[in-house]
């Protein structure tokens, strides 16, 4: 059974830091191409961050430069380290991983609220 967890959510003030967490089972995390999206009250999903598993990453042009998508594979785990963040940064946060081959598969987690506000 494949599980993807999130983990690290929380509120923070502008300008503040938080590391969300991905644990991933029942997959070979290292050969999947796995990526961060969110979701803002009333809008739609939207990527954030993507990490191919040859290790390019691709960022949102609102998130270049404060977030950084990383993962180990050795622990099955993808993490996303925000800083700088912004009220506009509010969102559920969720994560993905997709495998393609001779057929497409793609999981997601079930989400972490992250909330910005003083």
């Known amino acids: 059974q494949v599980q993807l967890v999130e983990s690290g959510g929380g509120l923070v003030q502008p300008g503040g830091s938080l590391r969300l967490s991905c644990a991933a089972s029942g997959i070979t995390f290292r050969i999947a191409d796995v990526g961060w999206y969110r979701q803002a009250p009333g809008k739609s999903r939207e990527r954030v961050a993507l990490?191919?598993?040859?290790?390019?990453?691709n960022y949102a042009d609102s998130v270049k430069g404060r977030f950084t998508i990383s993962r180990d594979n050795s622990q099955n785990t993808l993490y996303l380290q925000m800083n700088s963040l912004k009220p506009e940064d509010t969102a559920v946060y969720y994560c993905n991983a997709n495998f393609a081959g001779s057929s497409f598969y793609s999981y997601w987690g079930q989400g972490t609220q992250v909330t910005v506000s003083s």
């Open positions: 990490q191919a598993k040859g290790g390019t990453t």
